[in-house]
């Protein structure tokens, strides 16, 4: 697992490096600037060939392209950038940038956006190197109003942009950012080429991911309209939250994360991670072990007609290695279940008090409440499901049941619960939490998906897994972990009926086999999602399990 990091965090790491004396500021910032150069050449190679020149035309630097014969004629032309830099440090790196490939032979446009004479010392002592190059830095604004800079043609001639304009300081809303660019440019950033940010596409908040002051929601508008929309974006360190979380994602392009020699994270609670490869070793099964040495899994399931979903959980906890699994059945639907199942068993389940008499069963270690369950029943059978105090997942109908009384289902919950809610159960479960939010953000850094579920799994006193291509799963001491379904990863797919049924019984298969709770929800969202790539287009629920032999192979297990 690697660390996924706030602002601040980063900057404290920062800071006590530059403390220590191993490095300076305006080190940190050469490397990064560097790293974002370095990160381009390993993305396009053809950038970083010595003969430039992909559309060769018979300006002497920067001008209109020309006939395709004149082209054919003519020497190749330097390639071109345009950096946009912004008041900050973030600015800082863009001048980095823009020497770097000047000194390559490349034409290079700078625009700066702020007083020069207010830039952080770094980042001034980087304006100035820049300046003696003999570049010109045209004042944004001025350039807009004037039309003198002609940065719109620029931008879309050039072979390169740099976006440095804002960066970890996002503090505010985008409100005069937005109305002197994007609106007097009318610019969609998506349709330049090969746009780069610099540790974060400017507009996102990295943080949360989200973007601030224009509410997206409310209006359906593209957020690419109100943050750069970059091709790839390269931080530093580490990835940050906003890298993977709420629209970040779809903003960044690509990222790569380039080192820049700051010491290693140090572990602290604080600190949230991205969901890595499970060790090989957590999932084997003991060659001498029985099968209730991987425990035995009671999964409750709604009555006739609705009796598919609980089998989707059972059929995951299976795969997942659980050593048994029983479905707890109520009589209107045995018949039905008798002739659908083959490896779990079934038993039935037709109240509390039947409940009651099948928990007696100590060796039932899992249970596992809520898919196609239906709210009544659940209101009947989770408080007796939670008084026997084994590990259990609630998720679906067993979350739903108690909308109108959320406090009361917090009240039975214990340390050995996971709740698996997806953005619609958690508003019922925590109506406060989600208003926060989804509020429109106009400061940074906005309360994000992490803060939210941190919060709720402390305020339900278990581990919380917040569904969604970014799922968030934190525990009541603020252990926090994010499973990314984005980038390489990406698994529109599994967005489909019945795909959390499986989840729900992989994190029960797990908890049947001695996991913790943390430990089971973050191996179970990452095993859903790799399940869902190795299935491919075309995935329904059911393959889901069926995906789990060819995974555990990959992974040695
Ligand atoms: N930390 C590290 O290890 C390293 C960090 N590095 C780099 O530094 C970057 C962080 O630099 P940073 O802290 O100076 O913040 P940055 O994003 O440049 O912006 C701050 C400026 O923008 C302003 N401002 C903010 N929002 C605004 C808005 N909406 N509209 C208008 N203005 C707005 C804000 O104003 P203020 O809030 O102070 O009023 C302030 O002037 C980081 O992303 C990375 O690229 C690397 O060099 C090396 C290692
Ligand atoms: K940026």
Partial sequence: MTELLTAAQMRVIEQAAID????????????AGRGVVEAIFEEWPELAEEHHGLTPDLATDWGPTPEPLEAFNA???????????????????GFVVARVL???????????????????PDARVNYERWSGLGGICHPWLSTIYDNDGDLRGKLFSADLTIDAVFGTGLSRDLGSVHADVWSAFDLDTGAICRLVAVDVPSGVCSDSGETLDIDCRATGVDEGLFAFQAELTVTFHRAKLGHHIAVGPALCGKVVVKDIGLPRVPAAPGIC????EPLAPWLRKSSTGHKFANGHALILTGGFGKTGAARLSARGALRVGAGLVTLGVPPSAQMEMASHITAPMMTRVEGAEGLKAVLEDVRLNALCLGPGMGQERARELVPVALAAKRATVLDADALSAFSDEPEALFAQLHEQCVLTPHGGEFVRLFPDIAAKLNEVPTKGPAYSKVDATREAAKRAGCVVLFKGPDT???????????????????APWLATAGSGDVLAG?????????????QAAETAAWLHVECALEFGPGLIAEDLPEQLPAVFRKLGV
């Fill in 20 to 31: 220590s004396g191993e490095v300076t500021g305006l080190e940190l910032m050469e490397r």
């Fill in 75 to 93: 020497e190749p032309r330097p390639l071109r950038a345009v950096v946009l830099c912004g008041p900050g440090n973030n600015g800082g790196d």
């Fill in 102 to 120: 000047k000194e390559r032979g490349w034409a290079v446009e700078v625009f700066l956006y702020g007083n020069a004479e207010k830039l952080p």
């Fill in 273 to 276: 991670r991205a969901i890595g």
């Fill in 472 to 490: 968030v799963i934190a525990d009541p001491k603020g252990r926090c972990s994010v499973n990314s379904a984005h980038y390489d990863r990406a």
């Fill in 506 to 518: 992989f994190i029960t298969g797990l908890l049947a086999r001695g996991f913790a709770p943390m």
